[in-house]
């Protein structure tokens, strides 16, 4: 199987360095037509040049293949719209949207101000959104799209001084999961990359002896794939680091059903808290109801 984006087009946002430029890079190295869209701040967001987006271009155009650059920013609505018209008004139609940029502004909760928390919501989660939704009826219409977005062990798991940046990552994945429902009839897949890889934006946050391993162009295999025809997956996160992939999976115990038609009191759930917790029982989480209504029927209390 050799998997090709030949009349594909992609757009990789955050795309001027680290983990965006390698996957726009290996996108168009299979055959992708690709904008590349960086506004060329910061780490903290802050700033902005052109050199960035401009420099993959020519990476791009170097080794026969073909891009454009954006430098908008995704944090702005208007300003994703035009994103994706970057896309559409040069080639007609979009196929793969990766929202990848991204910034930190890392600081205990208690001392983060809510200008940088909004700040780094408003490009991991809103601007994700924007893009996404300014793609949607492109990918709609063709009946066709592949979304990758990016969350982060941060959120799904936890770090410390990272509470804005945890909560936006944890956000992309509540809106993949619901955008799998609303994109399947349309064959519009949405999943989730969450990387780990030595880029700017992960100088000092990584152990020393694992920097030399974690490659951000061994993320971008993952992305590819999600983001290609032969993926027939939706709603999936893929954890990727220094060449192992994994998928992320939530799951929840088999817990306890105390009967709906009797009272239940904090007691009675503090006196089985060990069991509820038992993940010795788990299984994927991959409804609303979890194992509610199972165990309603198995009580009789539902047929």
């Known amino acids: 199987m050799s998997i090709r984006f030949d009349d594909r087009v992609a757009i990789v946002t955050g795309a ?23 506004p060329g701040g910061a780490v903290d967001g802050r700033g902005g040049a052109h050199a960035a987006a401009d420099r993959v271009v020519e990476e791009i ?13 995704v944090a702005d609505e208007q300003a994703a719209q035009r994103i994706v018209a970057t896309a559409t008004e040069a080639w007609g139609r979009l196929d793969i949207l990766v929202n990848n940029a991204g910034i930190l502004r890392d ?11 909004r700040a780094v919501v408003d490009v991991h989660l809103m601007g994700t959104v924007y893009c996404t939704k300014a793609a949607w009826p492109v990918m709609r219409g063709q009946k066709y799209g592949r979304i990758v977005v990016t969350t982060s062990g941060s959120g799904t798991v936890g770090n410390f001084g990272q509470s804005n940046y945890g909560a936006a990552k944890t956000g992309v994945v509540g809106l993949i999961n619901c955008l799998r429902f609303e994109g399947a009839k349309y064959n519009i897949l949405t999943n989730a990359i969450s990387p780990s890889a030595a880029t700017r934006m992960t100088e000092g ?84 109801m979890g194992n509610v209504e199972r165990q309603l029927r198995a009580i009789g209390r539902i047929r």
């Not at 996957?23 to 037509?33: D, Q, S, V």
């Not at 909760?109 to 940088?116: A, H, R, S, V």
């Not at 590819?224 to 929840?252: H, N, P, W």
């Open 16 to 38: 001027g360095a680290g983990l965006g430029r390698c996957h726009a890079l290996l996108l168009a190295a299979r055959g992708a037509r690709v904008v590349v869209n960086d």
């Open 61 to 73: 155009r170097a080794a026969g293949g073909q891009a454009v650059a954006n430098y908008d920013s």
């Open 107 to 117: 600081k205990a909760f208690n001392n983060l101000t809510m200008e940088d928390f």
């Open 205 to 288: 946050l990584l152990p020393p002896d694992m920097i030399p391993w974690m490659k951000p162009e061994l993320v971008s295999p993952a992305v590819a794939y999600l983001a290609s025809e032969d993926c027939k997956v939706s709603g999936q996160i893929i954890a990727a680091t220094a060449g192992g992939y994994a998928r992320v999976q939530y799951f929840v115990t088999e817990g306890v059903q105390f009967d709906p038609a009797e009272p239940v009191t904090p007691e009675m759930f503090a006196d089985r808290f060990d069991q509820i917790g038992d993940l010795s029982t788990a299984q994927p989480y991959t409804g609303l």
